[in-house]
């Protein structure tokens, strides 16, 4: 008996206690990030138009706000649902659907329940897309990082993109200062100035922006290096966290990704190495080591697509959304780990940018195998022998996103090191 | 004094074997069982996400059977589920824990949409599939026979070989699809639009009648062949098979390979008539569901069709509400454990009954 009172006691006291440890765990103010208003901030939307009652919107996402790259398309399908009023029976999600005939299945069931138009977030949701759209020629069909729609013809299909690659030329740029900081310090030597980047695939999406992060940095640091590791996974936390690890332990001193989990940012903040994050903001986990986040936000698209729907006019094939129009944002920076004048220096190149003062793809800027560039022929219309088709270099620059949305730039410049390219 | 009565009392409950209970009675808990786990997800629903009891339920079922498209896709999910379950069944039944079912199927779908992808249109689209088919068939049940033969001869667990075969077939498509796609590096193959099955009234009969026959097929298999019983014996007991001269190692052996077989037979199916394309995530994890189907269904064929309907039932139903309700998809799986709990819960009660201990006022006596 006494050891019953005595156990039931010892629980009593496990269980205070942890309410009392709940109770307070108030953060501890010097373990939290303090972030400087944005120098690419969202755009405020209006609505401009009338809705019918009956309309409705589905979105096809690939997984659930557990990813950052979904979680990015529920916030801003939010933002516009509260925008325009819709109400819950108006804005239908189907998450969780892979790249098979399940996004085709999913598709077909949002037109039963009365969807005008229907968007899907990830590159292999595409084919099924397409099959949908051939089959409801009255449903306008929408999808984001495809390629096909300004060669497959039909009217109701359609590609969008945004140009991410001036959001990470711009977080580049961050990452450049925080490196010259370094120099300046006694830190580390101008010749040891090596930046890490965790990848993806060998993909034109991500090979267009870690060159992009990449020029950015150079722009304001001009001995930058950088070694480029790929996971072969889209999401894989700990292939990400073991990639930034092999990176850091080969002397990078900062570090960027593209790649959807925290692996990266969390391995940067155990071993205090500053961290340029991707599709969403890091700062609460890593409020020590975050200097600045781009991504892309798709309200803008959102509200073009619903807008054209409830208008009766046409979406374009291939929407390809202005960086100072909303569709590429930053976050704020992170005054405990970023450079001094960051900020005022990012709003600076953001103003050039818009400006066409400069170009992130100048040819003036980089080399290929020693060389500058003067012609490239980009796979801009999709075959299935990936033939080079298009030429986009003119003016002495790169012209990404401008023949398609979805990014084509995938051209392996001098200073950036693949450490595994079979990916 | 004390130590010898802790020596004989008994605990305080223990678990007994119920002597045979009428089948309208077990029917009768099992009905009682789901009807519990309703009210109980009803309850939760209304707590947690603030939901109707009444719309939470007529939710669950038209996510399945709430227009006649979810119905044949409700009938379609329950035949791919339904194959790959017949697929593991054969082997289990030996007590061969084949956890391989998902690499298996997966090896089946890259042989066929491989064969798709380099024959393209070289070919007449009959015996395109044909090929397809055989590649698919004979690349599940390698990757069956693999484990098998070094159970067979060396003794080795089976369970973790089958479930490593998983990783390789995973990372094999994997490498497929990077050698595929290595000009855009996106890994993503799309439609192959080469070698798929004719459409029968629509793109599903086709595949829910062959997977019909294929039930009846393997019932009779197990139950009315010399092969079937041999399955049976060894499962048993293995000494009793060796006694009446059974060459063990091949039962394994040739089990295994049938099982790996349907395997690949059901990731044929999956490629041919549904996707015409691969990605690591074509099977998502049915490999594994299969077991559950299979172990509900306590590895009869015929039950299975209602065990793997059960389950797409629940899965459809979940995400119907993680949209009605627009709440995260943490929360329908949060159902769909429960209602499974209960069903495994009550075949517990239905086999076993608890009994709490007879007192002794001597101790001693009662051991």
Redesign the interface.
């Known amino acids: 008996m006494f050891k019953k009172l005595l156990s039931l006691a010892l629980v009593l006291i496990m269980v205070l206690a942890l309410g009392a440890g709940l109770a307070s765990c108030k953060k501890d103010p010097d373990a939290e990030a303090t972030l400087t208003e944005s120098p690419l901030p969202a755009v405020e939307l209006q609505k401009d138009f009338d809705i019918p009652s009956d309309f409705k919107v589905g979105f096809i996402l690939l997984h659930?706000?557990?990813s950052t790259y979904d979680l990015n398309f529920i916030n801003a399908v939010n933002n516009v649902k509260t925008v325009l009023g819709l109400t819950?029976e108006q804005v239908?999600?189907?998450?969780?659907i892979?790249?098979?005939?399940d996004c085709y299945?999913a598709a077909?069931?949002l037109v039963?329940a009365g969807c005008k138009v229907i968007f899907a977030d990830s590159?292999?949701h595409?084919?099924?897309m397409i099959?949908a759209a051939k089959e409801f020629t009255n449903v306008q069909f929408c999808h984001a990082t495809g390629t096909m729609a300004h060669t497959e013809n039909l009217a109701n299909f359609h590609n969008a993109f945004a140009p991410i690659y001036e959001g990470r030329y711009l977080a580049g740029v961050a990452a450049g200062l925080k490196l010259n900081e370094m120099i300046a310090e006694g830190k580390i030597t101008a010749d040891k100035a090596k930046m890490g980047y965790v990848g993806a695939?060998?993909?034109?999406e991500?090979?267009s922006g870690y060159t992009s992060f990449y020029l950015g940095a150079k722009s304001v640091c001009p001995t930058v290096t950088m070694d480029v590791q790929f996971t072969?996974s889209w999401y894989d936390e700990i292939k990400e966290k073991n990639a930034a690890n092999a990176l850091m332990d080969n002397g990078c001193v900062l570090i960027s990704q593209h790649a959807d989990s925290m692996g990266a940012p969390s391995a940067c903040e155990e071993r205090n190495v500053p961290n340029v994050s991707y599709n969403g903001s890091t700062a609460d986990a890593c409020p020590n080591t975050f200097i600045v986040s781009s991504k892309i936000d798709w309200s803008p698209y959102f509200l073009y697509m619903i807008k054209s729907v409830c208008q009766g006019t046409a979406i374009v094939d291939d929407w390809c959304g202005e960086a100072h129009e909303g569709s590429v944002v930053l976050t704020g920076i992170n005054e405990k780990a970023a450079a001094e004048g960051t900020l005022a220096k990012l709003k600076e190149v953001a103003g050039k940018l818009q400006n066409g003062e400069i170009h992130v793809f100048d040819t003036a800027t980089f080399t290929v195998g020693g060389q500058t560039l003067t012609s490239y022929l980009a796979?801009v219309n999709t075959d299935a022998?990936?033939t080079p088709d298009t030429e986009v270099i003119a003016d002495g620059y790169f012209h990404e996103s401008e023949f398609r949305s979805a990014p084509y730039f995938?051209i392996r410049i001098d200073g950036i090191t693949l450490l595994n390219a079979?990916? | 004094m004390q130590k010898h009565e802790k020596h004989t009392r008994d605990p305080r409950f223990h678990v007994v074997k119920r002597a045979g209970m009428s089948r309208g009675k077990a029917l009768l808990i099992r009905f009682l069982a789901i009807l519990a786990a309703l009210l109980l997800c009803s309850v939760l629903s209304t707590l947690l996400i603030g939901a109707n009891p009444l719309k939470f339920i007529s939710t669950l079922f038209s996510g399945s059977l709430g227009s006649s498209r979810r119905i044949w896709k409700f009938a379609k999910d329950s035949a791919v589920l339904l194959c790959i379950s017949l697929a593991v069944t054969p082997a289990f039944r030996m007590r061969f824990w084949n956890l391989g079912g998902e690499g298996q199927v997966l090896v089946g779908a890259l042989a066929s949409i491989a064969c798709a992808y380099y024959l393209r249109d070289s070919i007449p689209n009959a015996l395109l599939l044909l090929i397809m088919l055989v590649a698919a068939v004979l690349a599940g049940a390698f990757w069956g026979l693999f484990p098998a033969i070094c159970k067979a001869k060396w003794g080795t667990n089976e369970s973790l070989f089958t479930l490593m075969m998983n990783y390789v077939a995973t990372y094999l498509v994997a490498f497929a699809l990077m050698e595929w796609t290595k000009a855009d590096g996106s890994s993503t193959l799309g439609e192959v639009a080469f070698g798929h099955l004719p459409r029968l009234y629509n793109e599903y009969l086709l595949l829910i009648l062959v997977v019909l026959a294929l039930t009846v097929l393997v019932y009779i298999y197990l139950n009315y062949t010399k092969q079937g019983y041999e399955i049976s014996v060894v499962g048993e007991s293995e000494k009793t098979a060796r006694y009446i001269g059974i060459n063990v190692g091949r039962v394994i052996t040739r089990t295994v390979l049938v099982s790996g077989a349907i395997c690949g037979l059901a990731g044929f199916l999956i490629v041919a008539a549904l996707d015409h394309s691969i990605t690591t995530a074509t099977v998502g994890g049915l490999g594994f569901t299969a077991i559950m189907v299979s172990w509900l269904a306590k590895f009869n064929p015929l039950i299975m069709v209602g065990t793997s309907a059960l389950i797409i039932f629940l899965q459809q139903g979940g995400a119907e509400m993680s949209t009605i309700f627009n709440v995260s998809s943490a929360f329908p799986n949060i159902v769909v454990g429960i209602i499974l709990f209960f069903i495994i819960g009550c075949e517990f009660f239905i086999h076993y009954q608890i009994k709490s201990r007879v007192s002794h006022k001597k101790g001693g006596v009662g051991k």
């Open positions: 659930d706000e557990l819950d239908i999600f189907k998450k969780n892979p790249e098979s005939n299945e077909a069931d039963d590159f292999g595409e084919s099924y099959k695939f060998t993909y034109a991500v090979i072969g796979d022998a990936y995938d079979e990916y």
